[in-house]
């Protein structure tokens, strides 16, 4: 069975800084990989989506995240963390073909300081 | 192109009781999943409906059914309510097509409290 494993559920960064979230998957198919972000009180975001194409996956918001097989990762960086960007962050994984069971992480709140 | 909208907003409930939930799915779509995402964890899958028919289940007992319409909206229903199915219940749409569905869009969700 597909699963993800999300580093640290809570990352504080200072406005400016460097925004790094970890995400491992475990797959024993090629696996579709995404991250969702989501608002207080809100539904899910897609951020940005790897299927097999391009390992280096630029999503909205100047999020973007790489998939590397041999590490089996998928993390999302952003170069400069904004204080809009302070919520929950959610990385999922499901296979090629049948995306009727998508899985998620337990999540990671981040928390951007002035 | 109008989005993934869910109703109610928030619903009350008490143990026992019986619930359903809507959401009707973005322009284009005739795929919807649901999730139900208790406080502090991620989604977790319930089931998905292609063309009004279930297509895959996640690990929810009988009492979780569902529905979906020739236009592609979809419902759905919990019986005899429990404490745990306190939750956000998260419904998203996508497009399958050829085998293979394309990302999933989730609406804002439907808060229930069970009392």
């Known amino acids: 069975a597909q699963s993800v494993t999300q580093l640290g559920s809570h990352v504080s960064v200072s406005e400016g800084a460097l925004v790094l979230l970890r995400c491992n998957y475990s797959?024993?198919?090629?696996?579709?990989l995404f991250w969702y972000v989501q608002y207080p009180n809100q539904g899910l975001q897609l951020l940005l989506k790897?299927?097999?194409?391009?390992?280096l996956v630029k999503g909205i918001n100047g999020f973007e995240a790489e998939f590397k097989k041999s590490e089996t990762s998928f993390h999302l960086t952003k170069p400069s963390a904004h204080m809009s960007d302070a919520a929950e962050y959610f990385c999922?994984?499901?296979?090629?073909?049948?995306?009727?069971?998508?899985?998620f992480g337990a999540g990671t709140r981040l928390t951007v300081k002035p | 192109e109008t989005g993934v909208t869910q109703s109610p907003t928030h619903l009350i409930k008490t143990r026992g009781q019986q619930v359903t939930l809507r959401c009707s799915s973005q322009?284009?779509?005739?795929?919807v999943s649901w999730y139900q995402q208790a406080l502090g964890q991620g989604p977790q899958f319930i089931f998905q409906?292609?063309?009004?028919?279930?297509?895959g289940r996640g690990n929810f007992p009988p009492r979780f059914s569902g529905l979906q319409f020739p236009n592609y909206s979809s419902e759905l229903n919990v019986n005899a309510l429990e404490l745990d199915d306190s939750a956000l219940y998260l419904c998203?749409?996508?497009?399958?097509?050829?085998?293979?569905?394309?990302?999933?869009?989730f609406g804002p969700g439907t808060r229930l409290t069970v009392l």
């Open positions: 409906y292609y063309r009004e028919e279930e297509n």
């Open positions: 790897y299927t097999s194409a391009a390992t």
């Open positions: 797959s024993s198919v090629p696996p579709y």
């Open positions: 999922a994984v499901s296979d090629l073909v049948n995306n009727n069971d998508m899985r």
């Open positions: 998203a749409s996508s497009a399958l097509q050829g085998g293979s569905t394309d990302t999933q869009y």
């Open positions: 322009s284009g779509h005739n795929t």
